[in-house]
């Protein structure tokens, strides 16, 4: 397979945003997206971005997702990019990955990831939305 691991530029963020609607219709969670690419685009390439993003550039637009190199390259190039963060106190990879998603849960354990759920009991938690809201609201005044 040829491909090349590469930074995302601003001209990225449509396929950026199309390839999270897809991963979130994929985890049966398309509801859950909530951003654009024009917040990827002002998010992501400013002065003092929010976020970095890796892309693969695959010359064959019919690649199959699964079996082809591609993600194992990713994941790479991002423990490589927090190696290179460690001069910066970065000492960890951290992911999400829905209890379903056996094929994941078993690509990042062949890596060598340690599924915290079974070690050591954490539990995934958020606030978003009014819950985030209200949650502002009660912070003392100023």
Not at 6 to 25: G, N, T
Request: with cysteine; aromatic share 6%; charged share 30%.
């Amino acid at each position: 397979m040829n491909f090349k691991i590469r930074r995302a530029a601003k001209e990225d963020c449509k396929d950026i945003s199309r390839m999270i609607m897809d991963l979130a219709i994929y985890e049966k969670m398309p509801d859950q997206v909530k951003i654009s690419h024009e917040e990827l685009e002002r998010d992501g390439f400013c002065q003092n971005p929010l976020f970095e993003c890796l892309v693969a550039e695959v010359p064959d637009i019919m690649v199959s997702p699964v079996g082809n190199g591609i993600g194992t390259a990713l994941l790479s190039k991002v423990a490589e990019v927090r190696l290179l963060g460690k001069k910066k106190q970065c000492v960890r990879l951290q992911l999400s990955v829905l209890n379903w998603n056996t094929p994941s849960r078993d690509f990042y354990a062949a890596k060598g990831a340690q599924d915290l759920t079974v070690t050591e009991g954490w539990h995934a938690i958020r606030f978003d939305g009014q819950n985030l809201d209200n949650l502002a609201n009660e912070a003392p005044k100023d």
